[in-house]
């Protein structure tokens, strides 16, 4: 069985600049999470999409924001790049809403210059 | 609000010893509690979920209604187990919230 897939593996923007980063989860998961893990904050949740709807979104301004594919594939965008914004961003799917837990992707490092 | 509470950023141990990764969590209901574990260059991957009440690699951990707690515990720390290890609860909104890790350290 395939696993969750991330692209890119590394992705270099300028700030002001927008970045577009993908995810395909585990065939017959539905839902897909975006988390960030930056440098000495842990993981912190973004974004949840569950059969093409957002469902959760943490605490990170509107500039962060994606989308599901009718695939179930995911899309993180993130606009008006900031330095800050530099972190792995990692992506999981799940079946049953998460009950059993996430499978996660290895993850996309952004880096903001 | 959900939160987690892993108290030890490090944590070495001898191998052979035993080893208990310490996690408390805040949540006004019935949490799912999970603990997930990332080897050196590797992807996150769960280890267990206390719903199963499985063990993993020799891996248990309780969950403690009372004192909101679900220690991960090994009797017998092997090399192969130095990582880090990040508990995570799930509550009614479906997302996982993670404590912020223990990066455990299993001396020869």
């Known amino acids: 069985e395939a696993g969750v897939t991330q692209s890119p593996t590394h992705l270099i923007k300028t700030r002001g600049q927008q970045a577009t980063l993908r995810c395909s989860p585990i065939?017959?998961?539905?839902?897909v999470y975006w988390y960030q893990q930056a440098l000495g904050l842990g993981l912190q949740f973004l974004l949840w999409?569950?059969?093409?709807?957002?469902?959760n979104r943490g605490n990170f301004p509107p500039r962060f924001s994606g989308r599901q594919f009718p695939n179930y594939s995911s899309e993180l965008n993130v606009n008006a790049l900031e330095l800050e914004d530099s972190a792995l961003y990692l992506c999981?799917?799940?079946?049953?809403?998460?009950?059993?837990?996430?499978?996660f992707g290895s993850g996309t490092r952004l880096t903001v210059v | 609000a959900q939160r987690v509470t892993q108290p030890e950023k490090l944590l070495s141990v001898f191998k052979g010893a035993p080893v208990e990764l310490k996690c408390n969590y805040s949540?006004?209901?019935?949490?799912?509690l999970f603990w997930y574990v990332q080897y050196s260059r590797q992807r996150l991957q769960l280890l267990l979920r206390?719903?199963s009440r499985e063990s993993i690699k020799g891996f248990t951990a309780d969950l403690n209604k009372g004192e909101t707690s679900f220690h991960l515990k090994k009797p017998f720390a092997q090399e192969e187990d130095s990582a880090m290890y990040y508990c995570?609860?799930?509550?009614?909104?479906?997302?996982?919230?993670f404590g912020s890790g223990t990066q455990l350290t299993v001396l020869p």
């Open positions: 999981a799917s799940s079946r049953d809403r998460g009950v059993y837990g996430y499978t």
């Open positions: 065939s017959g998961h539905t839902s």
């Open positions: 999409y569950d059969e093409g709807e957002e469902r």
């Open positions: 949540y006004s209901g019935s949490p799912e």
């Open positions: 206390h719903i």
């Open positions: 995570a609860l799930s509550g009614s909104a479906r997302q996982l919230t």
